[in-house]
């Protein structure tokens, strides 16, 4: 199950960090995509902002990738999600105004979402890999 999270979560930060590191704009502007606007709708283009966001979400990336090869990490994995992504959640819960029903729904699903995993990787148990 650890794997599994630690899985989608750095997916998740891989698909966010590239895409706002390396095509500000673009992030900005088609933020999560299919014709959906999350970011825009939050002010004017800083790329400075946007890219100092996707440094942070690659930096994530790195560390739950490496704990997939070090479960030992997991926990710490965890916690770092959560120092982000609670703030993140509170953000967005109190200033969902500007956005469509089904946005609305979008950002708390995938913001509660990251909550949700993270804390996850705090209460499973350390399952250290087998050696060969």
């Known amino acids: 199950m650890q794997q599994v999270l630690l899985v989608v979560l750095a997916l998740s930060a891989a698909?966010?960090?590239?895409w706002a590191t390396f095509a500000?704009?673009?992030?900005?502007?088609s933020f999560p995509g299919a014709?959906?606007?999350?970011?825009?709708?939050d002010g004017p283009f800083n790329a400075h902002l946007v890219r100092d966001v996707g440094g942070l979400y690659l930096s994530l990336f790195v560390i739950t990738t490496c704990a997939l090869?070090?479960?030992?990490?997991?926990?710490?994995?965890?916690?770092?999600?959560l120092v982000f992504s609670i703030p993140h959640l509170i953000y967005h819960a109190t200033?969902?105004?500007?956005?469509?029903?089904?946005?609305?729904?979008?950002?708390?699903?995938?913001l509660g979402g990251t909550v949700l995993l993270a804390a996850?990787?705090?209460?499973?148990?350390?399952?250290?890999?087998?050696?060969?």
């Open 15 to 18: 698909w966010v960090g590239f």
């Open 35 to 41: 014709g959906h606007h999350w970011v825009s709708m």
């Open 24 to 29: 500000a704009r673009s992030f900005y502007d």
């Open 120 to 132: 996850l990787l705090l209460v499973f148990p350390h399952a250290p890999k087998e050696k060969a």
């Open 69 to 81: 090869w070090h479960t030992s990490l997991a926990r710490i994995t965890g916690g770092a999600w």
């Open 95 to 110: 200033h969902l105004g500007t956005y469509s029903t089904a946005d609305k729904i979008g950002n708390m699903v995938a």
